[in-house]
Every structure is written in structure tokens, then in C-alpha cells.
């Protein structure tokens, strides 16, 4: 069988995929990070009245004409209004209110003065003020934030913790949000056991479900853990007829190769799945598998760590960012230097581990097989080599795909 | 009172805080973004036992000798091993086992040659191979990725998907971590009310206790919510008294002022808590106020929403960052050239929402007053205008904080 390119792979699987649709309501807070799946219109004017913006004195400004240092003008004092007051009473024409912060500004009054700039005194009411006031002068106007039925927020924009502020500051409390993305996660292999138990003689611990699974949760997607199954095409394909509709992509690792032991072909037959690809020309992760049943998608990554993490990476990362409209966080590609040496001919495209710094990129002293998981640590990106390459040397130049 | 220079508040604060070190258990999938708290040492030879990285036959390399092309060696296949048999029994050492990858190799064998090399005959079980192999070839060592007793991680290391795949690798289902600081929000003010209910005369909805606990989820931080509480000396007092022990930080906003009901500063004499500073040079947001109370920092920022913000961003986030052992999302700060102009002379040093993009920062058609929220949609970065500064223009350079 022919092996298509990276690219053709990932064209077949953008095709048959779309953007999760369904919409959840969610308190606000537990929205950060989802897309809004309605426009948002102001329910209320924001301030709900008008407001003085400091603590001091308002009234009708006219009452400070001719107001100077030299010509001092003297206002009785009303009344007292706080933030939270109910107090709508109108103020005297020819009298002044003390007012605080956040405070309804009270009809007939259209300025507030500080009250660093004015003398009072408490015990007869008398307010000083020893210069004119604008117009509005202080003023917040009632609606000057937002008004009844402004267009806040748009239908598909990111919810951020600004969205979340201003949609308590009109007192709504719900979002209405597309669901993001449920992952399952299966891996096959009867060696796998998992962390916590005991090795038996010929298993070693399933990790590949760990690294990818913590993987997505990092990208913010929900990732379900399923236990590993034994190399059985019944016990398999069971499984996966039961799960596939609780989620929206099953990832599944193993299986996929040549060996008597690589099931997941029967398994797609006995389960009626249609194959889209098997083997991509990279390595390692040669030998991925894609397929559809009931149009959801089923990704089969290789069995070896480093190998799934590559095919996760380059294919299945593509498909997690159409799926939830462009919010997980994105790879990106950069040219850099190398760092080290790597003595392997890439007949492929080849791809490997490395840490990324400032235009360079460290590839030293690596345990690059691809079944070596503890040599992921400490990296940042993983280094493309051209297939036909002979060899990198200190200097060469590579491309990077940063997948932190 | 003075006013102290926002670097000065900063170093008050750091003074007064230290990294959190207790220490709790987590599933190594919960552990993600974590700081391990222990070094941790490998339990086990990994693989623990030799392997094999491919499908084929393995047996003793000098069986091979001599093989080529023209000159074919024919091994009889003595039994089948698959990934995860337990079979140990040796091979007679005449002889050839079929091997699955991901199998043990057993005892007696030496290296693998892949199946698509070979011609192998079911019914006869005789194999025949066309080179020779030299010893180890295609052979996966026990303990090559990790030795039973190798330091794999350093206690202080963040906690990434990597790390999580290397440790269900070697087994280990849990990870002791230093815990994450718990922040504690508290809003005062007679005037808020709660998302959800209804507007009475007189009121505002709360928030600044949204927009900064999704900032604080945002950022990996765990924030209590607390309901908003009225301008009231002994519910305020009662209420932080109660609540301090449960949190690593309390952020309060509101009261910090000078007006007759700014209470925080009776309330801090009232819990006996001790004042590290009041009033930064800073607008908007320069009445933040920082006190300690059995040795736990409340930090009581502005009540106005874009300067209780720039109050979190300049000075809660640098706390966050120690307190959590810089595990937190850094803002960085550069200079951009303004687009737009803001017309306001700068007595102190003003920050003002941006939004920046490729050496640009966009001012324009803001609402930038303190008290209005819903300019901050669709920002990313606060912009600081130094002190004397008459005004900005197109073109002008200033500091830009990027604070997503």
C-alpha cells in the first residue's frame, strides 16, 4: 500500500470532520475558554442610573456661576446619598447633596465637586465652593457603559475573563456555549497494565494513555480514560461500539502495524468502519490509521510512545482544532539552528525530539528511538528532518514545530 | 500620606509572602501544571525486560553467520511470543522464535530481523534468512529507557504532559506536589448585587469578583468566591476574621478610598491587621491598600473595575507568581508604537487599556474611564503612560504590558 503525504492525511481528516455544534448553558465563570453560540445584547443601561465617579458634592451646576477663590459661593447641604441608596428624592434647586462614590446623582443635580476642593461644615450644612463646575462635570451618565439592548458580544467569540466581567456587569449569570470536545482514549496491547498494579512478567505500564490524555486536558479538552484492552478483535470492537457515541473522537494507540497481534484492521472491519487512510509518510508513526464510523471519527495512533505522541501531534491536533473552532492552543512552525547531531539517513520525513531556545534548536545526547518515552522530558518541540536527508550536523537548519 | 512608587509596593509585598509549600498527593493526571515536591527515582528497569522493537524471528546472531543473498540459512521456528506472554523459557540454541513488537526476547536470542526480510514457511515453521545480523541488532535492551533507581525528576520541576507519560511509564499513579495558593475575593459594597437577581434602585452588579476570579482560573489559580458584602465595620471585620484561615491570599475590592464609607481602613484596625502600605503612585487604582494579618497578605484593591484590574495585574500578579513558585503565566512588557491618541494629561503614571499587535498598540475610540467595563472586551494589554506625559499621539512609544 502506498503511504500518502502529512498533508494529504490531514486534508482527509479536516474533511470529515466539522466544528461541535451542540450548545451547553454554563454559569459564567465555568465559561472561560468556550465559543459563545449567541449574541449578546445589554439587558439593562450600564451604569442603571446616573452616577458620581468620586466622593463630594452635587448640584445643579448653574448654583456655581461666578464661583472664585475671590468669590467664594455657599450651598446648603441637603441630604447625604451613598452607593447602594434607594434615594431617587429631587434636591432642592437651590441646595446641594454630599455624595459618595457609586451614588445615584439625584434629579436637578448635573456636577460633582470633590471634596479635597470645598469646605463643609457639619454642623450648620454649609458647603464653600471657590470655582465654577461644568455642565456634567463628574457626570456618569445612566447607560454611559452600555445601553438597553447595545450588541455586546458575538455569537463564536472566545469567552475571556473580560467577556465573564462584563457579563456580570449586566447581571447575566448563564452562557450559552458550544461543547467542546470529548476525547476517548483507548490503547491496545496485551503487554499494557496499568500504573499502580503490578508487573507481570512480559507487561510494562500503559503511558501513551497518560501522555496524551494529560495532553488534551492541557489544550483545555475533556479527555476520557478508557482501561486497556487485550490484543482481542471481539473484546475490541465490543468496546468500541458501546463508547463511540458518547464521544466525539475516539483516539486509539496500537495495533495499527503488520503483526500477527495488530487487530485494529479486523476490529474496523467487524464494526463496519470505513477506512480513510493507513499509513502516512513520516517516522516514526508510520503506520496511522484513520477511519469513520457513523461519521465519527476514530484515529488510530502507532503503539510506540514517542510514535503516538508524533502522530498525535501532526494529525490528531489538526482535527482538535476544528472540532472545537479554533480554540485549543495552536502549534507553530519556526525555522531554527541545530544544535547537536543526528547520524540517522531520514528516508522519510523523519521526525524527533528536541528543545527549542532562541533561534536554536537541541537535539544533543537523545534517546531518540521511538519506543524511549523518558527522553520527552525537557523538550518543547519536535525537529523535522526531509526525508533523503543523510545526517544533521551542529548548523544545520530545520524546521521546528513548537508543541507546548 | 506619601504616595510609594509601584516598585517599592511590589518589593513590600514580595517581602511579606513566600512560596507555599505544603504538600499534597494528586493522580498524576490531576498533577498536570503542578510542582513536584519530591525527586523522583525510577522503581523499575524500563523497559523491564529485553524487547523487541519490531515484527520478526529473533535468535542467536551467530546463527546468521555467513548468510547473504546466494548463501540462505534456514532455522527452524521453535514457538510464537506475543507482547504481554510471559514466556521466559529459553530457546535451544539452534533455533529461531516468531517475535511480535513489544514482546520479551528471550533468553539464548540476540536480535531481531523484521518479518518483511525473511520467507517463512507455517506449515514446515522453517524460516530462512538472506544476510546476517550482528549482535543486539534490533534489540531493545532492559532498562534502556530508565534503570531501576535512575533520578528521572527533580523535586521543583513544573508538572507537563511529559512528566505524566514518564511516570505512568514507570508505574507511578500518584505524585506528591506542592499545593497551589487558594485566593479568597471578597467585593464590598452596599450597591452590588449578584449576577442573577434583580436591580433595585440604587444598585450595580458585582463585577469585579468575576473579572478576577477568571482571571485567577485563567491563570491555574484556585478563587473563592465570596458573596459581596455591605459597607459594614463589623460584618466586614467578622467575615475576614472567619475566613482568612482557609485561603493563601484575600483580594478584597472597594472601601479603600477616603469617602465615609471606604471602611477597609477600620475594618484592618478592627481584625487587628497590620497596614503595609496605602496609596501607590498609580492611576487609575492608587488607593490599593496592603495589610498583613497573621502573616497572611489581604490585598484590598480599588472598587472601579478597570482599576481594580490594573491593581491585580500590577500588583496581585507578581504576589501570585511567588506565592504559586512561578508556575504562573508571566506578563511581559515592551515598547509599541501608539495607533490613536488619548487626550488626558498623566499627573501620576497611568495605565490604559490596548490592544497590541506587531509593534502597534491600538488606543483609539476607548472608553478609558475607570468606572466602565465593557472597553476591556477585546484587550490584551495595559499601556503606561509615564508621569508629566500631556497626552499621546499616533506614533508615540510607549511601555505595553501584555497581560493575557
Redesign the interface.
Known amino acids: 500500500m502506498e503511504l500518502i503525504s502529512l498533508e494529504n492525511a490531514i486534508n482527509i481528516l479536516l474533511q470529515h470532520i466539522s466544528p461541535i455544534k451542540q450548545i451547553e448553558e454554563k454559569s ?2 465555568d465559561s ?2 468556550f465559543i459563545l453560540s449567541e449574541d449578546i445584547y445589554s439587558p ?1 443601561n ?4 446616573n ?1 458620581s ?1 468620586l ?1 463630594g458634592f452635587s448640584f445643579n451646576s448653574d448654583l456655581s456661576l461666578g464661583a472664585s477663590k475671590n468669590n467664594p459661593k455657599t450651598l446648603t447641604v441637603h441630604n ?1 446619598i ?7 428624592e429631587d434636591v432642592p434647586s437651590n441646595m446641594a447633596v454630599r455624595i ?5 446623582i439625584p434629579n436637578g443635580c448635573d456636577c460633582v465637586i470633590k ?1 479635597e476642593e470645598v469646605i463643609f461644615n457639619e454642623n450648620s450644612n454649609l458647603l464653600t465652593i471657590f470655582r465654577e463646575l461644568k455642565k456634567y462635570e463628574n457626570f ?1 451618565f445612566l447607560g ?3 445601553s438597553l439592548g447595545d450588541l ?2 458575538n455569537r463564536g467569540e472566545i469567552i ?15 452562557a450559552k456555549v458550544f461543547k467542546k470536545p470529548k476525547i476517548g482514549i483507548l490503547s491496545l ?4 497494565t ?4 503490578e ?13 496524551i ?3 488534551l ?2 489544550l483545555g479538552v475533556e479527555a476520557i ?1 478508557y482501561p486497556p484492552l ?2 482481542d478483535i471481539d473484546e475490541v470492537s465490543n468496546f468500541i461500539d458501546i463508547h463511540l457515541d458518547e464521544i466525539d473522537l475516539l483516539i486509539t494507540t496500537g495495533g495499527v ?6 487487530i485494529m484492521h479486523d476490529v474496523l472491519k467487524k464494526i463496519n468502519a470505513e477506512r480513510l487512510f493507513w499509513k502516512v509518510d513520516i517516522q516514526p508513526g508510520t503506520p496511522v490509521l484513520a477511519s469513520l464510523k457513523n461519521e465519527k471519527l476514530i484515529l488510530s495512533l502507532s ?1 510506540n ?1 514517542f510514535a503516538s505522541l508524533v502522530n498525535f501531534e501532526l494529525l490528531g491536533r489538526p482535527v482538535l482544532d476544528k472540532l472545537s473552532s479554533g480554540t485549543i492552543k495552536k502549534t507553530s512552525t519556526i525555522l531554527a539552528e541545530v544544535v547537536g547531531n543526528f547520524s540517522k539517513k531520514s528516508i522519510k520525513r523523519r521526525f524527533i525530539r528536541g528543545y527549542y531556545s532562541e533561534g536554536k534548536v537541541y537535539i544533543n545526547n537523545d ?1 531518540h ?1 521511538s ?4 527522553s ?4 518543547n518541540s519536535i525537529v523535522e528532518i526531509s526525508s533523503g536527508t543523510p545526517f544533521l550536523i551542529d548548523g544545520d537548519k530545520v524546521k521546528v514545530i513548537l508543541i ?1
Open positions: 459564567i465563570l472561560l475558554g439593562i450600564n451604569p442603571p442610573f452616577r465617579p466622593d447625604e451613598y452607593a447602594g441608596d434607594h434615594l431617587y459618595m462614590t457609586g451614588a445615584p471634596q456618569c454611559e457603559d452600555l455586546v458580544m475571556t475573563y473580560s467577556h465573564i466581567g462584563v457579563l456580570a456587569s449586566l447581571g447575566i449569570e448563564n496491547g496485551s503487554e499494557l496499568m500504573p499502580g498494579t508487573l507481570k512478567n512480559g507487561q510494562i505500564y500503559n503511558s501513551n494513555l497518560f501522555t490524555a494529560s495532553k486536558n492541557y480514560l487485550k490484543d502495524s503488520v503483526g500477527k497481534k495488530d503503539g510512545p534517546k528511538s519506543g524511549t518515552i523518558s520527552l522530558l525537557g523538550k507546548d
